[in-house]
């Protein structure tokens, strides 16, 4: 437990060397990729979206590719194809880029639905299937997907069935002043990226992730987690409520936030910290509750105000 708090502790240090004033940000990534689940980063274009992707995939040990995703972007150049070989007279797969340990799908939203499902299969099973074979993906695999938000031009609103994949969807937001400030004297000469160094490796990032698992969660803490996702498909604003996929995922998050405050075992406010961010983009609004401009995220405030916190019982040492 006390290793894995360390690792994350060398990695978060590590990233805000790039990243300034955004320690919430940069720990929620660690959190998902501590419970192996991948990261929507969604905001306007230029307040580090990319730069905190990157600074993430250098400070682990990990093999690393970028997808720049554009419109005219096919499924093949995701996947990876199958090209007749005239020697041996066999096709030969030559994979793409999303065969790597951290993928960042950078802007995903400028790419067509067709490409953007090209990750559905890879994200969720990791692995890819080509021409009817199936290639695995290295573990961890872990997917960075930044997108700016859907009224910009020239972008396509991602799939439910997309967005359910994701672990968390987090905003970056403008930096504070000093933070700004800052950022500028650090950038005179170069570009804090060019010299940051790898602080763990790949097996510790195994290691860390299996250590989630361990984190204790009590039957109530169980309970209030369906009993909240539950209320998300019963809301009266709420087309479609979260998938019991979207439980599982505030479960092991909250795991991983426990571990990242030094706990062997969750408490609700672990529950009440995260539900936003884990539950809120796998929401569908009623169109009356769109025309009000009520938000998921209203939706999630609203249920965890009126929903009774659990008493709970002292964890596992």
């Known amino acids: 437990m006390s290793v894995a708090w360390q690792i994350a502790e060398r990695v978060v240090s590590n990233v805000e060397q790039v990243i300034i004033g955004k320690h919430r940000e940069v720990e929620l990534t660690l959190l998902a990729l501590l419970c192996k689940g991948h990261i929507l980063i969604e905001d306007v274009p230029g307040v ?17 590719k970028r997808i720049q995703f554009t419109p005219d972007l096919l499924p093949s150049d995701v996947t990876g194809v199958s090209i007749y070989n005239q020697k041996n007279s066999e096709f030969e797969f030559r994979p793409g880029p999303i065969t790597a340990q951290i993928v960042l799908a950078d802007e995903i939203n400028r790419a067509t639905p067709k490409t953007q499902s090209a990750l559905l299969e890879a994200m969720e099973e990791h692995q890819v299937t080509v021409d009817g074979v199936t290639h695995p993906l290295p573990d961890p695999f872990i997917v960075l997907a930044t997108q700016n938000p859907i009224e910009y031009e020239g972008t396509f609103p991602l799939p439910e069935a997309q967005l359910d994949r994701f672990l968390i969807r987090i905003s970056m937001g403008y930096p504070g002043k000093r933070a700004e400030i800052e950022m500028l004297s650090r950038q005179q000469l170069q570009h804090p990226l060019e010299s940051l160094k790898q602080v763990i490796n790949a097996s510790e990032l195994i290691a860390a992730q299996e250590a989630v698992k361990e984190v204790y969660v009590d039957e109530l803490v169980k309970d209030y987690i369906v009993t909240l996702v539950g209320r998300t498909r019963e809301h009266e604003e709420v087309y479609l409520g979260a998938s019991p996929r979207g439980s599982l995922a505030l479960y092991r998050a909250s795991q991983a936030r426990a571990l990242l405050e030094g706990r062997n075992y969750v408490i609700p406010d672990d529950i009440k910290s995260l539900a936003e961010i884990t539950l809120a983009h796998r929401l569908i609004m009623n169109p009356s509750a769109r025309m009000k401009g009520l938000s998921s995220q209203t939706v999630i405030q609203d249920i965890l105000r009126t929903l009774p916190v659990p008493g709970t019982k002292i964890g596992k040492s």
């Open 48 to 64: 580090g979206k990319t730069a905190l992707a990157k600074a993430i995939s250098r400070s682990l040990g990990c093999t690393f």
